[in-house]
């Protein structure tokens, strides 16, 4: 299963879970890494445009705004399996994060994330 198609149940997930966690509706991703369809001139030019918006490359792909646990908020960085590692640009990100009082974590599909989300708002 893609990464994208994990990622999209998380966020499926989090909508049936606001009812127990209402703070799940803040629940967003950064849109990194998203797939712009069409001619490469075309793709470049959306791409560029996201950049003079404030895109970053290396910022995790989804970030919850709650503060739990002595942490200010949870960025996860989606992998679709173990296969998969961060690239230094998000472990940069990542690290700086941490320095700052965020909780990170790399997670791999959808119930890894599922399972961080839980822990993070409380579930023991």
Known sequence: MSEHSQQAMVI??????????????????????????????????????????????????????????GFHGLFIEMKRDEKQTPRPEQIDFMQFAEEQGYRDQVCYGYQDAVDELEWYLGKE
């Not at 997930?13 to 703070?23: C, D, I, L, Y």
């Not at 950064?30 to 069409?38: C, D, M, Q, T």
């Open 12 to 69: 499926q997930w989090a909508k049936r879970h606001e009812g127990k966690w209402p703070e799940l509706r803040w629940l967003h991703s950064s849109l990194n890494g998203i797939f712009i369809p069409g001619p490469r001139k075309i793709a470049y030019k959306i791409m560029n445009h996201m950049k003079a918006e404030g895109q970053k490359n290396g910022v995790p792909d989804l970030f919850l705004p709650v503060a739990r646990r």
